[in-house]
């Protein structure tokens, strides 16, 4: 395994290409910018990637981040050097498949399940969390597809736009399937995304202020509990997710 030394010395050998796509051999934290420790993202071993920069043709001082593109979500943050090992990634783009949407829906029993045993474990919200136990909103349902293969965008309003869309705020939730995406927000931006278990209710982790500080099982129904009444009056819509993203064939 390469170390943080190998790494650098990996990426120079390319010239910092901008084409070439690595394999993450470590969990990694990704960050919003090159200095700051705010956390946006963290990234499962595993997961590929492309740089952005620096650019070996530039004049770049010394840094310690790099900027990269995520392939399974089109996903950019900032990553530390410090720790990074990696392998080039050698691999075939999966064909198109015309049966898709009918192994999302066979695999949604499992993704709900996952999210039901995450519940379980002693959890909080963590904003940027995605490797668990602490999950941020968006984090733990692209997680849950994750672990079942099925790749969608990282944020909640990028994934509303990736959804095929059911309806908007005010409809039934009697159109929803279990597995369906709920989204939340105020004067239709999306910051808060569940997803719908079945007879109105839906599990999400939701912060400390309005929510219950890790995930949770809410509902649509009528309810006097205060959080469950707090999502619902900020529902703008749902939505299904009907395939998988691809970096060759999906607009970021």
């Known amino acids: 395994m390469e170390n943080y030394r190998d790494a650098i010395s990996l990426l120079k ?3 910092f290409s901008k084409t070439i796509w690595w394999t993450l051999k470590v969990n990694i934290s990704g960050y919003q910018n090159p200095t700051d420790d705010k956390l946006v993202t963290e990234i499962f071993k595993n997961r590929i990637f ?3 920069y620096p650019n070996i043709n530039q004049n770049t001082p010394n840094f310690s981040r790099i900027l990269v593109q995520l392939y399974e979500d089109g996903y950019i943050c900032w990553i530390n050097l410090d720790g990074l090992i990696i392998e080039k990634c050698e691999f075939r783009k999966p064909e198109n498949s015309k049966n898709e949407y009918s192994l999302i829906k066979e695999k949604v029993p499992s993704i709900l399940k996952w999210i039901k045993n ?4 002693n959890n909080e919200y963590l904003w940027g969390g995605t490797l668990g136990p602490n999950f941020d909103c968006s984090g733990l349902i692209q997680t849950a ?3 079942n ?3 969608i965008p990282r944020d909640s309003y990028q994934i509303k736009s990736f959804c095929k869309p059911i309806f908007k705020s005010k409809e039934s939730y009697a159109f929803l399937h279990p597995g369906d995406l709920l989204f939340f927000g105020n004067q239709g931006k999306c910051d808060h995304i569940g ?5 109105g209710l839906y599990y999400h982790s939701s912060g ?3 929510g219950r500080n890790g995930i ?3 509902t649509l129904k009528q309810s006097n509990d205060k959080i469950s009444l707090h999502y619902k009056s900020k529902l703008i819509s749902a939505g299904r997710v009907v395939r998988s993203y691809r970096w060759d064939r999906t607009i970021r």
Do not use: P, R, S, V
């Open 13 to 15: 050998q390319t010239n």
């Open 50 to 52: 492309k740089l952005l």
């Open 118 to 121: 995450q519940a379980a474990i």
């Open 145 to 147: 597809f994750f672990m």
């Open 149 to 151: 293969h099925i790749y």
């Open 195 to 199: 997803i719908y278990k079945g007879e």
């Open 208 to 210: 400390k202020e309005f």
């Open 216 to 218: 949770g099982l809410d």
